[in-house]
């Protein structure tokens, strides 16, 4: 492969020489054109990275499209879609067989082949088995041939991330949110499978999430990921976590292609941007940090349909951020805030930690960490305290002063269960 590429790029510098200098000869017509192929997420050989070539970006095609590539299929295959089988209907069936295909790679056509191949399976199985063998019905598909039955259904796994969602500590006005978005966004999709659409549907799913550090918010964009997902909104429903970091560059004209790699992995799901008031100073001068909100905010514009971003931090500098920049206020209308954790939310969080390390507080432990929980509510700095974060903290502190205790003691004898998986009001010390 390597003598290959070297002798191809020696190849074409010849024939781009021939073309230059001052015994340059006609450059069209040329010779021959060599049109090179290759993943988007794969780097040319070495030696044809030397070469000046014009570089052509053919994406992925969208859900829209994807549907209406099918529709043709079909009839191509000489079938016809059951009566009330739009390409609508179709869209939301294509998104869950992307989300399943992620693991093995197939996209696009390969993908609809494959969608259609099982679907035709499944029209035949059902056919011979409801005794319906008739041209008409060897010729029909229906919506539920293109249902996987071995895959959860689309309402089993709304229910099961709204489930995820209520089985999340504290958080009563976010999950009321997220509640309410999941009615609004169910009642379009039944508005569209009846056949009633309206430009602009929804609007944007784009939203702020502002609160202080460990609130919960990285674990609701999870679940919002995975509901938009199950909801056929999303083809692939992974959320990527970004930062200032992730996005800008250190040189000039770095900071805009940085980002756009970043916004290319995310395609399909979700992009968490955490602390995103960090890509613009005060001043508003940072020409790296503006470059890289600048092409986020086009990127938004131009694959509104396959992406859902989230931009975190804390509330006074996001509200700097939205009110400074007026294309993230006009495409970032929904802020959802989410406050810190009470005491007696901070020791249910501490409660479900512990279980899920096999530990259990004894009767002065609970008092000794409910004295310490007080503690961290009533700090005066609330970016530090009152958080989940900080409960973990005291829990991996109280855990290693526990091993530290458990081993000063008589190590000659075989320690019980319950001695092994007790925290004592001394490991809270």
Not at 253 to 262: C, D, F, I, S
Request: hydrophobic share 40%.
């Amino acid at each position: 492969g390597v003598e290959a590429s070297e002798w191809l790029a020696k190849q074409l510098e010849a024939m781009a020489k021939k073309c230059a200098g001052e015994a340059a000869g006609p450059c069209f017509p040329q010779v021959v054109v060599v049109a090179i192929a290759a993943p988007c997420d794969v780097q040319l050989p070495e030696p044809l990275q030397r070469i000046g070539v014009h570089t052509i970006d053919f994406p992925d095609f969208t859900s829209e499209e994807l549907a209406d590539i099918l529709c043709k299929l079909v009839h191509k295959r000489r079938f016809t879609l059951a009566e009330g089988l739009t390409a609508e209907r179709l869209q939301v069936h294509i998104r869950d067989a992307v989300g399943r295909a992620e693991a093995s790679g197939e996209k696009n056509l390969v993908l609809l082949q494959r969608l259609l191949d099982e679907a035709i399976a499944r029209q035949t199985e059902r056919v011979w088995a409801t005794e319906t063998v008739s041209l008409h019905g060897l010729t029909t598909l229906s919506e539920g041939d293109f249902v996987d039955s071995l895959s959860p259904s689309r309402e089993e796994s709304m229910k099961a991330a709204l489930a995820k969602l209520d089985n999340v500590v504290g958080l009563k006005g976010v999950k009321s949110f997220i509640h309410s978005l999941y009615a609004q966004l169910k009642t379009e999709m039944e508005r569209r499978e009846a056949g009633i659409n309206v430009p602009g549907g929804a609007g944007t799913l784009h939203m702020v999430f502002t609160g202080n550090p460990g609130t919960g918010k990285t674990t609701v964009a999870r679940i919002v990921a995975e509901l938009l997902t199950a909801m056929g909104l999303l083809r692939k429903g992974h959320l990527v976590e970004a930062d200032r970091g992730a996005l800008v560059a250190g040189y000039s004209g770095q900071t805009a292609l940085k980002t756009r790699q970043v916004v290319e992995t995310a395609m399909g799901g979700v992009l968490f941007v955490d602390e995103a008031y960090s890509l613009v100073s005060a001043d508003g001068k940072d020409a790296f940090g503006n470059e890289a909100l600048d092409t986020l905010i086009k990127m938004i514009e131009d694959r509104r349909q396959d992406l859902v971003v989230i931009l975190a931090g804390y509330p006074e500098e996001m509200n700097r951020l939205i009110s400074a920049n007026p294309g993230v206020r006009s495409r970032f209308p929904v802020q959802v805030n989410f406050e810190d954790y009470s005491e007696e939310e901070l020791m249910q969080i501490a409660e479900k930690m512990l279980l899920d390390d096999v530990l259990v507080l004894s009767h002065t432990a609970t008092q000794a960490l409910a004295a310490m929980l007080k503690t961290c509510c009533s700090g005066t700095n609330g970016r530090e305290h009152g958080n989940g974060r900080a409960v973990r903290n005291i829990l991996e502190q109280a855990k290693r002063r526990m091993a530290v205790r458990l081993q000063a003691e008589d190590t000659s004898r075989k320690r019980s269960q319950a001695e092994l998986c007790t925290l004592e009001a001394a490991d809270f010390s």
